[in-house]
């Protein structure tokens, strides 16, 4: 059974840094993709970054990019999301998520792609 545990958020501070943790277990695929989505009140989810297992690509949203950084351990069992520079529309509960299907038309951020999800963790970035 596939399980996805998210950890690692809380409250910082504007310009802060969190890393957050998305321990993954269950997997007997060849290949999948660990993405990290979030949702601020209001608002529809939105992917912020995945990784592919097979060859460690990595994806991020425009409005990431430079700021987030995403990487897995060794074993491929840990996906960790480390953010600088935060910024208060950062604010949002955090999900990970796992896609374990691909195709030509796959989205790396489409929250649709993606099969199992894990509990979500808030993420709060006060001014």
């Known amino acids: 059974e596939v399980q996805l545990q998210a950890s690692g958020g809380g409250l910082v501070q504007t310009g802060g840094s969190m890393r957050l943790s998305c321990a993954a277990s269950?997997?007997?695929?060849?290949?999948?993709?660990i993405g990290w989505f979030r949702q601020a009140p209001g608002k529809e989810r939105e992917g912020v970054s995945s990784?592919?297992?097979?060859?460690?690509?990595?994806y991020y949203a425009d409005s990431v990019k430079g700021r987030f950084t995403i990487s897995s351990d060794n074993a491929k069992t840990t996906v960790y999301l480390q953010m600088n520079s935060l910024k208060p529309e950062d604010t949002a509960v955090y999900y990970c998520?796992?896609?374990?299907?691909?195709?030509?038309?796959?989205?790396?951020?489409?929250?649709?792609?993606?099969?199992?999800w894990g509990q979500g963790t808030q993420v709060t970035v006060s001014s």
């Open positions: 990784i592919r297992r097979s060859d460690g690509s990595t």
């Open positions: 269950g997997f007997t695929f060849d290949d999948y993709a």
């Open positions: 998520a796992a896609d374990i299907s691909f195709d030509s038309t796959w989205l790396a951020l489409n929250s649709y792609e993606y099969d199992y």
